[in-house]
């Protein structure tokens, strides 16, 4: 069955550094877009960057932009976000996502927690 | 890119049918057909409930329904369950490959 695994998540220092993973299977991850999206404690929803199925074509959610790359590799089928820099403010639950046009499925999370 | 805007909360009684708005622009909800509805219980990943505006995938049940006019989607939830009660998120595409979600509804089945 179609399933998205992420891992990686961990408690880390203000300005630190982290790399999440995201393992895919049951579809062909080449063909399709991933994105990232992450949840901080007891709020919504908030976009956080994707990649084209190619690997070449990024985006990155403002917020983030400049300290989180988004990168892929098909041959492995796993995703990754590699944070830098990390803020307070991007402690939350990180969850990948497949796209077309619309998300389906959701891994099941993995929680960064910033802190001093 | 600013959330889209939604109720924080919509209750209703058992049976009864509840409407969730989505409120965006004309670079998002107004501008594509790419407007999907998530369902998310408390500790558990978000489910697509709805995808395109109106469309629903294999399994979801078809008490879900979803619409949209100008920049506002809608999501309605008839024969409301107890299972129903959870938060519900809109989403849109923006531009480039980006997307945007809304704020978040918390619906409660009294």
């Known amino acids: 069955q179609v399933q998205l695994v992420e891992s990686g998540g961990d408690v880390v220092q203000p300005g630190r550094s982290l790399r999440l993973s995201c393992a895919a299977s049951?579809?062909?991850?080449?063909?399709?877009?991933m994105h990232w999206v992450r949840q901080a404690p007891g709020k919504g929803l908030e976009w956080v960057a994707v990649i084209l199925y190619d690997g070449i074509n990024k985006y990155h959610a403002d917020p983030v932009k400049g300290r989180f790359t988004i990168s892929r590799d098909n041959s492995k089928n796993t995703l990754y976000l590699q944070m830098n820099s990390l803020r307070v403010e991007d402690t939350g639950v990180y969850y990948c996502?497949?796209?077309?046009?619309?998300?389906?499925?959701w891994g099941q999370g993995t929680l960064v927690t910033v802190s001093s | 890119q600013s959330a889209l805007t939604q109720p924080a909360s919509v209750s209703g009684s058992p049976g009864q049918s509840i409407t969730i708005s989505c409120t965006g622009t004309?670079?998002?909800?107004?501008?594509?057909?790419?407007v999907s509805w998530y369902q998310q219980h408390p500790g558990k990943a978000p489910k697509l409930m709805i995808y395109d505006v109106s469309n629903r995938p294999s399994g979801v049940s078809n008490r879900f329904s979803g619409s949209k006019s100008g920049n506002t989607a809608s999501l309605t939830i008839s024969g409301l369950q107890a299972d129903d009660e959870a938060d519900y998120y809109c989403n849109s595409y923006t531009s480039s490959w980006t997307y945007v979600f809304g704020t978040g509804t918390k619906v409660t089945v009294l």
């Open positions: 996502a497949r796209e077309r046009e619309w998300f389906d499925p």
């Open positions: 049951g579809f062909t991850f080449s063909s399709y877009a």
């Open positions: 004309s670079s998002d909800v107004g501008g594509y057909n790419y």
